[in-house]
Each structure stands twice: as C-alpha cells, then as structure tokens.
C-alpha cells in the first residue's frame, strides 16, 4: 500500500518480480537495485499477473485466452450432425481457415484503415458478425450453434454446460473473479485493464498450483462491485489456503483489511517516497500516526 509515486509497483515489479524470475525462469532482464531478497526458498514459482491487454485483435477473446474454447470446440465435434458431415475441432475454429469467415478471417469485424485517424472495425457484411461460414452455423447443440455459445455472458455458460464439467469449472473460475457478466467472445480489445487482469487471475486459478507459488497482482479490485470484491477476496484466500502467498498492490480498504500483512511505503511519492513507513498486521498499521493508510484503517477496523 501507500500514496501514488510511493514506490510500489518498482518494488514489486522491478526488483521483485524481475529478480524472482531471474531465479525460476533464467531471464535477461536485470532487476532494480537492492541488497538482497530473503526466503526464495520457500517458493518455487512466481505468477506476475498485470493489466496488460490479453491479446491486440477483435479475435483474442476470454474463452480463446482461458482454454476453455478447446472443450466447447470438441462438445460440437461429438454431435451426430458434425460426425455425419466429417466436421473436425478445426471447423469450429475462427483461427483456421475451413469453417470461419474468410471476409473477416474470422473476427466478425471488418477493419478499415483511416489515413490519419485510428482504424475502425465494423461489423462484416459477409457473416453479419457470426465469425463462422452458414454451414458451421447449422450445427446445433441444445438449439444453440457455435456463434451462439461465444455471444453467452460467463454466467449463462455456466449454466448451458452445467453437465461439462471441465467446461463449467473454466467458466466458473472467471465468474468467480467477478467476471460473470462479459462475453465469452468478447473482444479483448474491448476489455479494461481490469477486467484482462482477471482473465489472466481466472486462468491461472483454473491451472494446478504448486502450494509454494507466488501470486503478484497489481490493482485487482479496479472498477469492482462490493460484492464482487468478496467473492475475489474468497479466492485469493483459498489460494493461500492451500499453501501460496499472494501479494497485492492495492488501494481498496477492504482487501487492506482483510491481508495477513501490510506493508505501507511512502511517506509521499516521487522523491519523497520509497520508504517503509511502516507494516504490520492492518491493526498494526493502523495504529501508525505516520501512514497515510493507516489514518483510513483506522475508520473501518
């Protein structure tokens, strides 16, 4: 925690990350200066999760990034229709050429190029936006063919493929994270940085932990509702429950009152921050009369 400019994301990022996956991973980059890091060897792996973007075109997309597309694809490729016709996974892809429009490539948009403004998409002409070419279109599963499924919110999902059980857990993962309410095929161009951040939290959920892995989430609860907030904060504990450490930038006083530690940098930002100024349990930091954090603790706890 701590004010804007205090030094938390260079801790984290910058030394932290960079010098962790120096360790685990063997990369180049050069982490900030420090004098050193103790307890490495209580973690064997280190999962950096940001608001990048998920992907950079319309055709990158929640149910692609999560895997679960793979479980859905194969649900089409097991119906009698499909079997009869010879379809494969493949023709249920928009990535590959056989089943997807080939006007749009498969993004259900049409980019044009505007010579000193950015480009714009609009909607293909040629399949109306389905992404699929009409015979794909005919395959139905539960009255509901391939383009269908992509245009469900997370919620609905979860419900059509109750009796998938790898399908529904996938959907489930992101539901849980607070992500219910967007589109399996949404674009990831149209996703805020939260809402990517949590894509990526859901996917790495839905993967076996280790039980020594480290978590780093930068700003998890951006643009959150309340209840929201608790259901991530339940999976962020069940993680630890199972032997992980997660470690959060964040502002919102619900989560800071609801860690095991704190740590408050500052005292102010820029040149005047990248102190401790103090840490402790949040009864602990609220009870400092130097931490802005503290000061807002104080009301809540």
């Not at 685990?24 to 999962?47: A, C, Q, S, W």
């Not at 990048?52 to 597309?69: D, L, M």
Request: neutral net charge; aromatic residues 8%.
């Amino acid at each position: 925690t701590g004010v804007s400019g205090s030094g938390k994301s260079t801790l984290m990022i910058e030394i932290l990350v960079k010098s962790l996956a120096r360790k685990f991973y063997r990369t180049k980059e050069l982490p900030g200066k420090h004098k050193e890091i103790r307890g490495m060897d209580n973690i064997d792996k280190v999962i950096s999760i940001d608001q990048s973007p998920i992907g950079r075109t319309p055709r990158s997309n929640p149910a692609t990034y999560t895997g679960v597309f793979t479980y859905i694809r194969d649900v089409f490729t097991e119906l009698p229709e499909a079997k009869i016709r010879g379809y494969n996974a493949g023709k249920f892809s928009f990535n590959a050429r056989g089943g997807r429009c080939e006007t749009c490539a498969g993004e259900g948009m049409v980019r044009i190029e505007m010579q000193f403004l950015p480009d714009v998409y609009v909607v293909c002409e040629e399949c109306h936006g389905k992404r699929y070419q009409q015979d794909v279109l005919e395959i139905h599963y539960h009255e509901k063919n391939i383009s269908d499924i992509l245009d469900m919110s997370v919620e609905e999902g979860m419900r059509f493929f109750s009796r998938h059980d790898v399908i529904s857990d996938k959907l489930k993962t992101l539901y849980d994270v607070g992500l219910g309410y967007i589109k399996l095929g949404q674009s990831a161009t149209t996703l805020s940085g939260g809402e990517a951040q949590r894509v990526k939290l859901a996917t790495e959920l839905s993967r076996r932990a280790t039980g020594k892995t480290l978590y780093i989430l930068d700003e998890p609860t951006t643009g959150l509702h309340f209840e929201d907030i608790k259901r991530l904060l339940q999976v962020l504990n069940h993680l630890v429950d199972k032997g992980n450490t997660v470690l959060i930038v964040e502002h919102n006083l619900d989560v800071i009152k609801s860690s095991d530690w704190v740590i408050d940098l500052g005292p102010e930002g820029g040149d005047k921050g990248g102190e401790i100024v103090c840490q402790g349990t949040p009864k602990d930091v609220a009870k400092s009369a130097k931490s802005y954090t503290g000061q807002y603790l104080k009301k809540i706890i």
